[in-house]
């Protein structure tokens, strides 16, 4: 059963950027979307956007347009997501998810990224 | 984008017994999922489809509603059982309720 593994956590000063990725062990993205959401400390969840693997189409949260890019490499079924200009307020856990149907079937454990000068 | 409003912020319960935990949505959809967290975990699916059981979720866990109006019961709470719940719209856009926590 495929499992999403995510790199490890990160520290970043305000105003660089940060890439996360997630790969499939023990299986494959095929044709499933691959979801990144994050999640501030003590926060509720939030959609950054998502890709399409097979395809590589991207859709974005409006407000995260400009600010986020998400690739996928499809001969190491790895997604990453990169996000710039980075501030305090990004300092979260992001995961990737798995669609499933449109819902999430299968979540990553999270990256930690900490943003701090 | 569809708005969702969970409540109650906290439900405080005792094992064994029924939890109902609701969520609205600023427009109607029917693609409604319900997802369980725990802490220093990633969410877990639980329903999907408004009302569909994920694969290996116990029976005590429910979905219904449908248009704006979602509920999720736990009929009898199991010690494992206490978390935060999120609702989540996976339609053409994507949106998360602000969670209910399940407390003893």
């Not at chain 1, 023990?26 to 979307?33: C, D, L, P, Q, V």
């Amino acid at each position: 059963q495929v499992q999403l593994v995510q790199s490890g956590a990160e520290v970043k000063k305000p105003g660089s950027s940060v890439q996360v990725s997630c790969k499939a062990s023990g299986g494959t993205f095929k044709s499933y979307a691959i979801n990144w959401v994050r999640q501030a400390p003590g926060q509720g969840l939030e959609w950054m956007g998502r890709i399409m693997p097979i395809v590589g189409t991207t859709k974005y949260a409006e407000r995260f347009q400009g600010r986020v890019t998400i690739t996928a490499d499809k001969s190491t079924d790895t997604a990453y997501m990169e996000l710039s200009s980075l501030r305090s307020e990004d300092t979260a856990i992001y995961f990737c998810a798995r669609d499933g149907g449109g819902f999430y079937s299968k979540w990553g454990p999270g990256t930690l990224v900490t943003v701090s000068s | 984008e569809i708005v969702l409003t969970q409540s109650p912020g906290i439900l405080s319960l005792s094992p064994g017994e029924r939890a109902t935990l609701s969520c609205r949505a600023s427009r109607s959809t029917s693609y409604l999922a319900w997802y369980q967290q725990k802490p220093g975990q990633a969410p877990r699916i639980l329903i999907y489809g408004a009302s569909s059981r994920a694969t290996g979720i116990p029976v005590r866990f429910s979905g219904s509603g449908s248009e704006t109006d979602f509920t999720l019961t736990i009929s009898r709470l199991e010690p494992e059982d206490f978390a935060v719940y999120f609702c989540h719209h996976y339609g053409s856009s994507q949106t998360f309720g602000q969670g209910t926590k399940v407390e003893i």
